[in-house]
């Protein structure tokens, strides 16, 4: 099977920019995660939607960030504008349901470099 | 909130030796899934080996394995017969069992370089 598909690979912008993620899940996968991941530290969780629904953004950067997942299949995360400290890698992941049984598989990643 | 702590910022292993990689966490649940997942440089997380915290039995995926004490809340990996493609940052991930949007925890990971 596909694996989760994320672009771009790299991103490089201007502080104060706008950027954007794109991330298309495994096919049928219904629960998909936005991790950002900062140099020298494990992945964090920003984002879980369940379909196209929301069900965690508990530690999403409200004033900055957003994100969306289309028809509940792709998923966009947002960023504007963006400070310094965004600069890190945003993983996407998916999974068939959000139940602890399941498990997650990861696309390799978007690193955004803001200068 | 749940945590996982790995203390070992970086470790080396000898090609063909033996290295035990350590993870501790911290919970007040009794059911959950532990994993350790491979970060190479392509940066995407492959799942290496899971737990599930009901069962006593350790976890086996060839040449990983793990040491799961649940009561002292340590969760370790070795990976035995080290070849040069283990290289890369490892990392400790809890997931509650219960939780609906139950996301994985991780640690802030351990680099592991294996020398030829």
């Known amino acids: 099977e596909a694996g989760v598909a994320q672009s771009p690979r790299y991103k490089i912008i201007e502080k104060r920019q706008s950027v954007a993620f794109w991330c298309n899940p495994i096919?049928?996968?219904?629960?998909l995660y936005w991790y950002q991941q900062i140099l020298g530290q494990g992945p964090k969780l920003l984002i879980q939607f369940q379909n196209n629904g929301v069900v965690d953004d508990s530690q999403l950067p409200k004033d900055r960030f957003s994100a969306e997942r289309l028809k509940g299949v792709d998923s966009t995360l947002k960023i504007q504008p963006a400070k310094l400290e965004d600069s890190a890698v945003y993983l996407c992941?998916?999974?068939?349901?959000?139940?602890?049984?399941?498990?997650?598989?990861f696309g390799s990643g978007t690193r955004l470099t803001v200068v | 909130a749940q945590t996982v702590t790995q203390s070992q910022p970086e470790m080396s292993v000898q090609e063909a030796e033996t290295v035990t990689l350590s993870c501790t966490y911290d919970t007040s649940e009794s059911d959950y899934y532990l994993f350790w997942y491979k970060q190479p440089p392509s940066r995407q997380m492959i799942l290496v080996i899971r737990q599930e915290a009901y069962k006593q039995q350790n976890a086996t995926e060839n040449r990983f394995s793990v040491n799961f004490q649940k009561a002292a809340k340590s969760f370790s990996l070795k990976i035995s017969d080290s070849q040069l493609g283990d290289a890369a940052m490892y990392f400790c991930?809890?997931?509650?069992?219960?939780?609906?949007?139950?996301?994985?925890?991780f640690g802030a990971g351990t680099i592991l370089r294996v020398k030829s």
């Open positions: 991930a809890y997931r509650s069992a219960w939780e609906y949007g139950n996301k994985l925890v």
């Open positions: 992941a998916s999974s068939l349901g959000p139940g602890g049984s399941y498990g997650y598989t």
């Open positions: 096919s049928g996968h219904a629960t």
